[in-house]
């Protein structure tokens, strides 16, 4: 399996990267990928496009993408205009404070964008300035590393959360972006399909879900390819993997079952498909989220 999953270290002290005004080709792009950590992806120019879960975006000057964790996506640049983008991750774990007599959390943004598939926001020019300037501080502060630099970055980074979590595209549908891609119906059926029966196996197959879609299975095979960057076994597969991770960080369902309702054969595939996919077992994955503390970073 040639899925790619972009690996970061849920231990690592200080749970953040940052890639400041990167130019992406398409030879240089990765291809697409998940991963356990929360993205932010601010375009400065060129274009290209975006596959984020089942949704198709446009990406251009201006343009920010939250992309939440354990969340299947895939960047296509334009040849002729590559674009440049700074894009900052981090776990979860680097957005924890104490309770302030309310419910909120610095992931608002994220859970919001998932909830609404509201991964794209056109900013305006005044947003555009906050962002940029914000991510020329965490720039300059990952550059000089001054005394308490790795505080200031978690800060910043706060702030942009809370700032993101502000926006009038997450309270009205003003900067919501549809899919701008035409994606046929029958492709955006297949996808939804694959997400509502994830424990239905048999249903999963190229062969069945083309029967559904009324294509051939090479005509399904090649376009699902080409708009998804995965075949569709690499894609299921990841699907199921994400689904257990949920599960697994949101209860205490056994391991059996678990395999069971996202549509593994038996607990031992499931087992070795989720160690070779995320390098941790689901036992020791499902320890990572238990009691999680906020961390302290060295400086």
Known sequence: MNLYRRTFDNQAPFPFEFEYKDTKTAQSELPNHWHDWYEIAYVYSGHGTFFIDQSYFDAGPGDLFLIPANTIHYSFPESDNPKTATALFFNAAFTYSAPLGDAYTYLRAFE?????????????????????????LIQRELTEQKAGYRQAVQLEVHRLLLFFSRLSGFTTSTSISPDVL?????????????????QNAPLLRLTELATMANVSTAHLSRSFKKLTGMNITE???????????????????NIADIAYDCGFESTTHFHRTFKKLTGETPAS?????????QRSFST
């Open 235 to 253: 894609y299921v597969t990841a699907k199921r993997i994400i689904r257990a991770k949920e599960i697994l960080q949101h209860s205490d369902q």
């Open 285 to 293: 994955y499902r320890q990572l989220f238990i009691n999680p503390k």
């Open 182 to 198: 035409p994606v046929p119906d029958w492709m955006k059926f297949i996808l939804q399909t694959i997400d509502e029966q994830l």
């Open 112 to 136: 919001l964008a998932k909830r609404y598939k509201a991964y794209r926001h056109a900013l305006q020019s005044d947003e555009q300035a906050v962002v940029s300037q914000s991510f020329d």
